[in-house]
């Protein structure tokens, strides 16, 4: 008997491990994609209107999210608490996303991508001043490293710096807000009803500028890196909701920071992009206390945080 029960533990033992490897392995894929949306977004500033681009991502998110959901939930996926936050949230990472376009018409990918995986510790400063949260001496001593690794890449007053630098700190406040919102309505809402709202508040509202922007494309091959946007946002959302349901989000919160790597891998690849020994220097210091702070959230409040994509 004893034998049979040490055979049992060792077996659930081995297939959480499993789970959790699989959830890494997911949460890597999930970043990835964001890394390569971020990549298609920079090559379609040459040549696309910024919120052009941004209508097509969201309405492709929208439609996928539609058919793939609604035949399987069907009225449940529409079923909200709380439809007025759904729209804010909407309209939050519409924002977050055209600040996102703008900034990386201007800005290296990798620096970029450092840059707004900040959101974290901001999230902190905001619990600390709006929500009233105590905050832990440890935490400030990471959201000071992770200011200190933005400043080291803006390097404000040196030669590089320049405006369009101060757009992902944009991003990072609106980001920062939609997550806050994002774990308040993850208590009553359904994760994919808010994906799904997501997409259709982003798209509707993208569309009121349409007509004002739209622009006949050279080529097809425009279009086609369009779709290929709305594709990687798409499924690396699926992707990452995936992944929690196999692995607590305090385990792969600081797999999150690998989408640095990936972006560094794009700017490389695509522009020659090369961060130098400063840039990398204030980007490590921003992963390391970025994921550290990630991790301290998750695991005191088991609140997902969501990584950086447009």
């Not at 971020?38 to 910024?50: C, M, Q, R």
């Not at 440890?138 to 757009?167: C, H, K, Q, Y």
């Not at 509202?205 to 086609?224: D, E, K, M, Q, Y």
């Not at 400063?278 to 969501?306: D, F, H, N, Y």
Request: some cysteine; aromatic content about 10%.
């Amino acid at each position: 008997m004893e034998s049979g029960g040490i055979a049992a533990r060792k077996s659930t033992r081995d297939l959480e491990s499993e789970r959790i490897l699989a959830g890494i392995g997911l949460v890597l894929l999930a970043v990835a994609c964001f890394a390569t949306l971020d990549t298609a977004t920079k090559l379609s500033t040459a040549a696309v209107p910024i919120l052009m681009g941004v209508w097509v991502r969201y309405a492709f998110q929208a439609v996928a999210t539609t058919l793939v959901l609604l035949p399987k939930h069907g009225p449940r996926l529409l079923r909200t608490e709380h439809p007025k936050y759904q729209l804010l949230r909407g309209a939050l990472l519409l924002a977050s996303s055209t600040l996102a376009f703008l900034s990386l018409r201007y800005m290296p990918l990798a620096e970029f991508t450092s840059i707004v995986l900040i959101a974290p510790l901001v999230i902190t400063l905001l619990a600390a001043t709006t929500l009233k949260e105590q905050v832990s001496p440890l935490r400030w001593a990471l959201v000071a490293g992770g200011f200190a690794g933005t400043l080291v890449i803006l390097r404000p007053g040196g030669e590089a710096f320049s405006w369009a630098m101060l757009l992902p700190i944009g991003l990072v406040l609106t980001n920062a807000w939609f997550q806050v919102l994002t774990s308040k309505l993850a208590r009553t809402e359904n994760p994919l009803t808010m994906h799904f709202y997501t997409g259709w508040v982003g798209a509707l509202l993208a569309s009121v500028a349409l007509p004002f922007v739209w622009t006949s494309l050279p080529s097809w091959h425009w279009w086609a890196l369009l779709c290929l946007m709305g594709f990687m946002g798409t499924v690396g959302h699926f992707i990452l909701i995936l992944a929690y349901q196999r692995a607590p989000a305090s385990t792969l919160t600081p797999y999150l920071y690998a989408q640095i790597a990936f972006a560094m891998l794009g700017g490389w690849l695509m522009f020659s992009q090369i961060p130098d020994k400063i840039s990398l220097t204030g980007m490590a210091l921003i992963a390391i206390c970025g994921a550290a702070g990630a991790w301290l959230t998750v695991r005191e409040r088991r609140v997902p945080i969501e990584p950086a994509e447009s």
